[in-house]
């Protein structure tokens, strides 16, 4: 995953998180044992939807419901799998709510560290390894986006600035108020690209009567 410059080569993540995906929208993931629960807090400063990864789509209809908002999601990180260089995970939003609404794009992801939520790094790039569809979620229906962190161990310090991470800040796909999940990854302070998302995908291996 990493070429001679220690540098992740771009079309071997796009490759292989397409794989990931693949795999998430076949059914053939299995769901997490022990996802970690997102919680919604006010962060301490006023927030900004990270330019690569949270700008609004406008794709929904009249016809359509409404967006989801944050406050009818339940946010949760599936276990990762690990791979030389980094990990993949998937990001899993639920409507906990009892409307249906939909979820359109790419999530907002960054890392931030504790207390005070401070963005470590670049947010998630984008990653067009499946299109982008609106995913129309009923009561309980759940959609995935993969992820992918690449290790910051794989950048010289000089480089990459290594700071540990807090938690692992979610934004649904265009919304303004975050989701936050605990994480133990280590990100780079300094402009070196370690996280890539795919856009969110219906999940069919899960039953709204689950």
Same mark, same amino acid.
């Given at each position: 995953?990493?070429?001679?410059?220690?540098?992740?080569? +771009?079309?071997?993540?796009?490759?292989?998180?397409?794989?990931?995906?693949?795999?998430?929208?076949?059914?053939?993931?299995?769901?997490?044992?022990?996802?970690?629960?997102?919680?919604?807090?006010?962060?301490?400063?006023?927030?900004?939807?990270?330019?690569?990864?949270?700008?609004?789509?406008?794709?929904?209809?009249?016809?359509?419901?409404?967006?989801?908002?944050?406050?009818?999601?339940?946010?949760?990180?599936?276990?990762?799998?690990?791979? =030389?260089?980094?990990?993949?995970?998937?990001?899993?939003?639920?409507?906990?709510?009892?409307?249906?609404?939909?979820?359109?794009?790419?999530?907002?992801?960054?890392?931030?560290?504790?207390?005070?939520?401070?963005?470590?790094?670049?947010?998630?790039?984008?990653?067009?390894?499946?299109?982008?569809?609106?995913?129309?979620?009923?009561?309980? +229906?759940?959609?995935?986006?993969?992820?992918?962190?690449?290790? =910051?161990?794989?950048?010289?310090?000089?480089?990459?600035?290594?700071?540990?991470? =807090?938690?692992?800040?979610?934004?649904?796909?265009?919304?303004?108020?975050?989701?936050?999940?605990?994480?133990?990854?280590?990100?780079?302070?300094?402009?070196?690209?370690?996280?890539?998302? +795919?856009?969110?995908?219906?999940?069919?291996?899960?039953?709204?009567?689950?």
């Amino acid at each position: 995953m990493i070429s001679a410059a220690g540098k992740p080569c +771009a079309a071997v993540v796009a490759a292989a998180l397409a794989c990931l995906v693949a795999t998430i929208t076949a059914g053939c993931a299995s769901s997490p044992s022990s996802p970690s629960s997102g919680t919604t807090r006010t962060p301490g400063f006023s927030p900004t939807a990270p330019a690569d990864s949270t700008a609004p789509s406008a794709r929904s209809t009249s016809t359509s419901p409404a967006a989801c908002p944050t406050r009818s999601l339940r946010v949760s990180l599936g276990p990762g799998e690990g791979y =030389a260089g980094g990990v993949y995970q998937v990001i899993t939003f639920t409507n906990s709510s009892a409307a249906s609404c939909t979820l359109d794009g790419y999530p907002g992801v960054s890392l931030v560290s504790g207390p005070s939520d401070a963005q470590i790094g670049l947010a998630a790039k984008r990653v067009a390894t499946v299109p982008v569809t609106l995913v129309t979620l009923a009561p309980r +229906a759940t959609a995935r986006a993969a992820l992918q962190v690449v290790d =910051a161990g794989n950048y010289p310090p000089s480089t990459c600035g290594p700071v540990k991470a =807090a938690s692992l800040r979610v934004y649904p796909p265009n919304q303004t108020e975050p989701v936050f999940l605990p994480s133990t990854a280590e990100g780079c302070a300094k402009p070196v690209q370690v996280l890539f998302v +795919a856009a969110v995908q219906k999940d069919p291996a899960a039953s709204p009567n689950g």
